[in-house]
Structures are given as C-alpha cells and as structure tokens.
C-alpha cells in the first residue's frame, strides 16, 4: 500500500523526492533543517570514513598475510636444501665439525642476501642451538609445544617481541628440517620489524591516517609512524582493540594507541593472532561535516526560497548521471572491470564520473600487474618456480592425456659463487638476466622458460623429445660461449629429462633433470647430459 502510494506521487525516484524535500523544506524552521543537513552529512562522511578505513585495513591485512607466507616459503626452500638437511645430520656424527662449518657458511650467505634476516639459526628437536649466523648466537624465543605445532603445520610464528642483544624488534619464523623423513630440528630467523613498518606506511591513508599492527589482546608491535622501537619497548594496551575484535570491519569512535580520539576499523590478519588496527583522528575526520554544519546554519534561510525551483531541475540533472554510476558501480562490484561511462555535463558529477572512470581503469591495471607479478620473476622477466610448477602439471596432464613426449631442461650457471664473489652482486645479477634474455631467445614461444630458484634455469618443451631439448640446450651453451659479460665468459651445465620415458610425474621429471645436472656438474660443466638409466 505504501509503496503504490509513494509510486503514484512518483517518490520512488530520486527527482520525485528531491522535489518533495524541496517543498517540505520551505515549511520547515531553518534550525531544524539544518540540523537534519547536518546529520545527514556526517552519516555520509562517516560511511565515507569506515570505507576508507575498511579498504586500508583489509589491504594492509591481505598484504601481511601475502608477506609471512613469502617469508615461510623462502625459509622452506633453506631448510629443503642439501646444505641444511644433510650438514644438520652429520652434526652429530663423526666429522661433526666440518658439516657444522658448511652449515655456518650456508647460513651466513643466505643471511647477507636477504637484509631484513637478523639472524639465522639451525635449533635441535629440544629447542638447542645447533648452527648461528651470529658470531655471539641470542635466544629464539618459540613458543611452548612448538616442535609438535611444526611438524603439524610445517611452520611455526613466533611472538614478536624486542631483542636486547640485536636492539631491535624482532619476530621469530622457523621452519622444520627433514632428513628421509626424520626430523632434525627447525631452521629459524630472527626477521627485523622494521620490514612490517615498511609495509605499514605504504597503505597509511595521509599525513593524518594511522596503521597499527596489533595483537588480539591489544598489544601494539608496530605502526605506519611509531616503529617496534617505540611500541615493543612499551608495554601498553589498546582498549578499543578488544571492542573492535567482537565486530571486526565496523568503525567505531573511541580512543586511539595514543590517547586521542580516533575513528578506527579493525581486521584480524589470517594464519596469527594479529590485528591490523587503521584509525584516524576523530578532529580531522570530522572537521568537513562541522564547518558544513555551521555554513549550512546561516545560508539555509536564504535557501529556502530557491530550494523548490532547483529541487526539480537538479533531479533531473543528478538523476541520469547517478544511474549510470550505480550501474556502472554494480557491474564493477561483480568483478566486470571493462565499465566505461560516458562524461557528460559538468560540476561535481562530471569530476565523480571521471573518478569513476580513473579508478576502474586503475583497478584493472592493477590487476593486470598483480597477475604479471604473481607469475613472474623479478630479476630476470622469466616465469617464477610457482608458474613453473603449474605449467609442467598441466604439460604432464595434457602429454599423458594425448601420449606425446615432453622435455624438462634444467640449468645451472658454472662457478656462478666464485663469480658473484669476484665481481659482485651486481654482476651476477646482470649476469643472471644475460643468462635469461638468451634463453628466450633461443627457445619458442610455446616453450615455458623459469628461473627455478638462485642461478637455477628450467625449460619446459612441450611436444619435444630429450634430443631436441639436447640440441635447444647446445644452442644456449653456443651464444653464451659467443657473448662476454663483466668478467669473462659464462657457461651453463644442463640436465635433460623426458616424459614419458624418463619420469611419469612431475616431482620425478623434475628429480630426473636434477640427477643429471648434477652429473654434467660432476664430470666437469659446461655440458649436456641426459638422465640415467633408473635402475
């Protein structure tokens, strides 16, 4: 019944009820109405806030969980290698003390590569210090049962708390050691908090707005502007945390990390008993609705005039731009990001469309450089071990599916250690990308070329035979061998292995190729070998 009554004097639509609020507001006092203004702007502005606040704590919070598992993956990759696993087992053996010097050394390269690694540290199933970076090794505070939780979830995270012997925040990941399935210990880093105040700043909204990374129990560990050496040395409690934690996502008005009033939205991070805690101050947050509040006070008896007249005409201007908008924002909110509107008009709604226009085509760039980025290798432009891994699965897939062969070509640079300590980083990384930029050259199109991890290559060749990755492989030795780089001349040892013949999985063809680099490295580098019988 309503709603027939409200179609009938056409209050469904947005000219309608902006007339309608035209001529109630000729009758109504100036203070009530702008008081009702005034409400009306600051439940506007402050879903305008909550959104903001809402956007910057789910985007720091997913990019917080995206970097613990980077940093649990890069720390799986060391604990993997054979320098950890199989040094960490002679240990205890006869000849103890050289595999703990290669496991040392291994640990300090690794350490000087990545400068957020405090210090690494190879700890027994007890919780003893086995091997350190650290000349003078400081305590790994893991929490209680954590040798029963790595082995569950193959990682354990750590409190994050101030060192004394680093001076610094610090927060503990640790990984397991495995050797033919027994478990030898943990490999931990101490990673600096400085990293999460990096990460923090990107997504700070202002000079005004604030990032706080916080435990569930209302700890502070780290801000966009006030790092772990201001908050970990502190022992103080956030109380809004605890109100926010029962309706994560909702803003709310209370008092901030500091004291001072703040508008603040709260979301817990996944995998951590973390919080990623986005506020602003209350004063600025609102400074527009109240300086709207007092203009509208004194110009809205001069309004009430006109506001009749121009209710009808500007329903009809706002309305069609509006619906475009909300169509267009529909469509945008179910993921279709190619929504262009047409520009029309002037004034405020055609500055919105064109912000309109500006942010979808943003997000969509954005996409499209996620989606680059996720599959691609910094360094080099190659694939990434993770695309690679994907792409050599659905080749497997698709070669079984049609019995047609494939071909896994695995390359290491030669001596590529003594290189990088003769001639730097630098030019070994330049020497990696050289390396890189002839492998697409020299391959096809349909071919998948990745860098595996360190100076490590793999090139999968689908619809090949090993004798023609063989020959793919000598091309490469042939213009590495014709091109100089810093220093001299580069070469590579390549391991071949073909499916079905050599391996039916991918984890095996994978293995196989390996095998063979390791023999073409064995009898001297720079060479092709296929890989041997299996017996």
Known sequence: MLSRLLRTLRLDTIRGRLLVFALLATLIPSFTTSWISYLQNRRSLTAKITGELQSMSAQTARELDLWIKERLYELRV????????????????????RAHGRLTDYLRS?????TDYQELQVVSPD?????ST???PTAVHLPAGWAAAIRRDNAVVGEAYWDAGLDKGVIVFAVPIYQTGRFLGALTVKLDMGALHRLLRRFAGGQAGQV???????????????????????????PIVRRLLDREGAAADDRGVDGTEVVAVLKRVPQLDWAVLAETPAAEAYRQVTRLRDVTALVMAALLVVVGLLGYVLGLVISRPLGRLTRGAARVAAGDLDVHLPVTGGGELR?????????VERLRASRQELERLSVTDDLTGLYNRRHLMEALANEVRRSRRLAHPCALLMGDVDHFKEYNDAHGHLAGDQALAHVAAIMRETTRDVDTAARYGGEEFVLLMPETEASGAIETAHRIRARLASEAVAGGKLSVSFGVAQFPDDADTPEALLARADAALYRAKREGRDRVLRAPPTR
């Open 127 to 131: 919780g003893q210090e086995v091997a």
């Open 212 to 238: 706080y990374l916080v435990t569930t129990a209302g700890r502070p560990i780290v801000g966009s502007r006030a790092g772990s050496t201001d908050l970990l040395r502190r022992e103080v409690t956030a």
């Open 110 to 114: 690794v350490r000087e590569r990545f």
């Open 134 to 136: 650290a000349p003078r």
């Open 351 to 359: 500055y919105v469309t064109e912000v309109f226009n500006d942010m």
């Open 78 to 97: 060391f604990a993997s290698s054979y320098e950890v696993s199989e040094n960490v087992d002679r240990i205890p053996r006869a000849g103890g003390a």
